[in-house]
C-alpha cells in the first residue's frame, strides 16, 4: 500500500506520529471524502476482502465502500503509521457475529473507529467513556453488560438507540468473508435491497439512496427525487467524485 496516495485520497495533510490527535484527523477526513456505498453489490461486481484490491478500488479508483472494505483498509492505514489496531466483530441492530467490522485502537487511551458504518460517529469514541460523547453536533454513548460493548446514538427526541453491539475479541480479515458474502447475495441483506452511497460534510450528510438525493445541512434536510440512470450517474460524478467503470 503506497501511504501517499491514500492520504491523498483523504485530502489528509497534518501530522502522521500515532496519537489521538492524528487518528481523530484521519478519521473525520475518511468520513468526509470516502463514500459509505454498495454499488458493485448493484452491478454484480464481487468483493473481495484482499488489502491490494481495496486499495485499488478506494485509494487509487476513488470509489467508496461498505465496513468489511472501509474498516479493513483503514486498519492497514493505521497499522502503516504505527498505530496498534485489533478488528472486532459488531452486530448491527441484533445482526449475527462478523455482521458488520469496527476497530479498537489503543493508544494512551482505547478508542473506537469505524468509517465504515454509515451516517455514524465523524470522529472515534472513547471506549472507556461512559458518559455522551458529541462528535459533530451528535450524542453517542458507549456501554457495556458482562464483555459486550454497545454503541448507542441518541435520536433527535433524546431517547437513545443502540446502533451495534460488539465484544474486544481480536478478529482476522477472512473471519468476515462469510458474512461479506451473504451481505452481496442475499435477498434478505439491506445492501441487495437498495443502492446507497453516502458521506459526511462538514455541515450534514449527502446521500443517494436509489434515485433519491438528500442532503441534509444543518439539521435540515432536503429531498429530490432523479428522473433517470444518466442524473444518479452525473450525481455520483457531482457529490461523490465516483465514475463508474464499465
Known amino acids: 500500500m503506497d501511504v501517499t496516495t491514500y492520504l491523498q485520497r483523504l485530502d489528509y495533510h497534518s501530522p502522521l506520529e500515532p496519537s489521538a490527535e492524528t487518528l481523530r484527523g484521519l478519521h473525520r477526513a475518511?468520513?468526509?471524502?470516502?463514500?459509505?456505498?454498495?454499488l458493485d453489490i448493484w452491478l454484480g461486481?464481487?468483493?473481495?476482502?484482499?488489502?491490494?484490491?481495496?486499495?485499488?478500488k478506494v485509494a487509487r479508483r476513488r470509489r467508496g465502500g461498505f465496513c468489511y472494505e472501509l474498516n479493513g483498509l483503514f486498519a492497514a492505514l493505521l497499522r502503516a503509521l504505527g498505530f496498534d489496531v485489533t478488528?472486532?466483530?459488531a452486530r448491527a441492530h441484533g445482526g449475527p457475529e462478523f455482521d458488520h467490522m469496527a476497530l479498537l485502537v489503543?493508544?494512551?487511551?482505547?478508542w473506537l473507529a469505524d468509517v465504515g458504518f454509515g451516517d455514524s460517529f465523524v470522529e472515534p469514541l472513547l471506549l472507556d467513556e461512559r458518559g455522551e460523547q458529541i462528535r459533530n453536533g451528535q450524542g453517542y454513548r458507549i456501554s457495556t453488560?458482562?464483555?459486550?460493548?454497545?454503541?448507542?446514538?441518541?435520536?433527535?427526541?433524546?431517547?437513545?438507540?443502540?446502533?451495534?453491539?460488539?465484544?474486544?475479541?481480536?478478529?482476522?480479515?477472512?473471519?468476515?468473508?462469510?458474512?461479506?458474502?451473504?451481505?452481496?447475495?442475499s435477498p434478505?441483506?439491506?445492501?441487495?435491497?437498495?443502492?446507497?452511497?453516502?458521506?459526511?460534510?462538514?455541515?450534514?450528510?449527502?446521500?443517494?439512496?436509489?434515485?433519491?438525493?438528500?442532503?441534509?445541512?444543518?439539521?435540515?434536510?432536503?429531498?429530490?427525487?432523479?428522473?433517470?440512470?444518466?442524473?444518479?450517474?452525473?450525481?455520483?460524478?457531482?457529490?461523490f467524485g465516483i465514475v463508474l467503470e464499465g
Not at 489503543?106 to 482505547?110: F, G, N, P, S
Request: aromatic share 8%.
Open 106 to 110: 489503543q493508544l494512551e487511551q482505547r
Open 145 to 185: 453488560d458482562g464483555d459486550e460493548w454497545r454503541m448507542a446514538a441518541r435520536g433527535e427526541g433524546g431517547e437513545w438507540a443502540d446502533e451495534f453491539a460488539f465484544t474486544l475479541q481480536p478478529r482476522q480479515p477472512g473471519d468476515y468473508a462469510g458474512m461479506c458474502h451473504y451481505h452481496q447475495t
Open 188 to 239: 434478505q441483506s439491506m445492501f441487495t435491497q437498495k443502492r446507497i452511497c453516502s458521506r459526511a460534510t462538514p455541515d450534514g450528510r449527502i446521500s443517494l439512496s436509489n434515485r433519491q438525493l438528500i442532503i441534509t445541512r444543518n439539521g435540515r434536510r432536503q429531498e429530490r427525487e432523479l428522473a433517470t440512470d444518466d442524473d444518479c450517474t452525473a450525481a455520483l460524478r457531482e457529490h
Open 30 to 38: 475518511h468520513m468526509m471524502t470516502v463514500p459509505f456505498e454498495n
Open 87 to 89: 478488528l472486532l466483530s
Open 45 to 56: 461486481r464481487p468483493i473481495v476482502l484482499d488489502e491490494a484490491a481495496l486499495y485499488d
